[in-house]
């Protein structure tokens, strides 16, 4: 898989897919895809990553805790929804 490296702008493939989807973990190892040869591997943050199409990379991917996020956001919505009817 390949990714943008943002503050770069260059391209990076990913040799732990699995660490990626992991949420759990801030990095993954991956090497840039630049020039002829073959680049040694590094690590990167997964928040300088986004896919090459400029889309980030899904919040599950990068927060545990997305969904409470998510269900604590749809809630203050509702209280503000009740409170603007009320």
């Given amino acids: 898989m390949f990714l943008k490296h943002q503050p770069s702008g260059n391209l990076v493939e990913i ?3 699995q660490d990626l989807m992991d949420p759990f973990k801030r990095t993954v ?5 630049a020039g002829e040869e073959l680049q040694d591997d590094e690590t990167f943050t997964k928040s300088h990553l986004i896919f090459p199409s ?8 990068l927060d545990a ?11 203050e919505k509702q209280a503000n929804s009740v409170a ?3």
Avoid at 54 to 61: F, G, R, S, T
């Fill in 29 to 33: 190892l991956g090497r840039f895809h």
């Fill in 54 to 61: 400029q889309e980030p990379l899904p919040q599950c991917w």
């Fill in 15 to 17: 040799l732990a897919v």
């Fill in 84 to 86: 603007v009817m009320g």
């Fill in 65 to 75: 805790e997305y969904r409470d996020h998510l269900q604590s956001q749809n809630q």
